[in-house]
Structure formats: C-alpha cells, structure tokens
C-alpha cells in the first residue's frame, strides 16, 4: 500500500527567466539558494522545463510586425507575445547553473507544441493535453504538493492552479518564486488567486 506525500515542484528555474535571460525575472536568480534549501526534505522533487521549439507560435519573432507584451489569438486562445525562449537545446533553456539538479527525481517538459503555449505544469493552456505530471504524482501517492519557481504570474500561478483543480493540496513557497510583472502588480494578484481557489502561502523556514 502506497503511503501518502508530499511533492515539491520546481517550476522553470531556467536560465532565460534569470538575469540577464532572455525573458528574465527581476531577482530571479535570489530564489535558488530558497530551493536548493528546501530539496532535501522532500522524497519526490520534480522539476518543469519550458522547452520550445524555434517556431513556436508564443514567439513576437513568429509574428511578423508584432512585438513583445501584445496579445494575439492563437489556436483559439488569448496569447501574449514573448521574446523567443527556453528554446531547445540552447543554453537558455537549461537550467540554472546555481540549481541543484541532482536533487531532483523527474523533469517534465512542457511547451513543445508550436501551436500552443503550456504555462502549467500539468496541460497545456487549452487545458487538453497532459503532461504527464499528474499520472507521475499519483503512481507515488502524492497528494499534497509545494510550488516554487519561476514566474510566479505564470507558470508558478497556473501549476499551483491546476493541481488545486486536480485536487491536490497546493502549498506556494513565497520566497521562493518570484514575477515577471508584465504589468505592475501581477505577482500579488497570482498569488491571491491561488489563495481564492483554496491553496496556501509558505515561507522556506518552515523546513
């Protein structure tokens, strides 16, 4: 009989969203020591990887006379444009250099679709294609994950989401995730949201 527990899930430490990235996070790179910190006291650590491909549909640079920060329809879906990232095999879509990589047990890959993007670590933004996380955290019985990562307005918000939705206990280190803010303020907001639909807010001290 498989014994329930907890899963911390490292979402996009990647080099693009870092300092100096591509489509970096102010501070981004302050959470590291947080994560690093906190892995050890977990059995199951599981790390998200945006993972594009060069034409990926989310790219300004796929959209000729688009720019940045504007949104367009794609696949039927609202998409905010971004500057190309986490592009495959490019050293910006590895992860961090300071991240303790061998603490992790599993890496999911997300966002390989062109068509789509996939800010979750569990579907893409359609919502209809898995990723795999879900089945991999209840082989092990998870039922009570914890979140940090980058951003936390993105893909930190709509992991955290969609594993309240899948009915997982969703717990958001907060010092250890950080926003992009494409406009001022979308940090507090995601995480109020994720606080609305029922998840909780941690400081890495408690471990």
Known sequence: MLIAMDALLVVDVQNDFLPGG????PRG???IPVINRIMPHFSL???TQDWHPADHGSFASNHPGRSPGEIIQLEGLQQI???DHCVQNTPGASFASGLDVAGFHGVVRKG???SIDSYSGFFDNGGANP???????RDRAVTRVIVCGLAQDYCVKFTALDALRLGFETVVVEDGTLPVEVS???GDRALQEILDAGGSL????VW
């Open 184 to 186: 001022p303020g979308d």
């Open 112 to 114: 390989s679709n062109p």
């Open 29 to 31: 790179d302050q959470i």
């Open 81 to 83: 444009l971004w500057p």
């Open 131 to 137: 990723t795999g996380l879900e089945r991999l955290l």
């Open 22 to 25: 591509a489509l970096a996070v």
């Open 45 to 47: 650590v599981i790390a």
């Open 202 to 205: 941690v400081e890495h001290g």
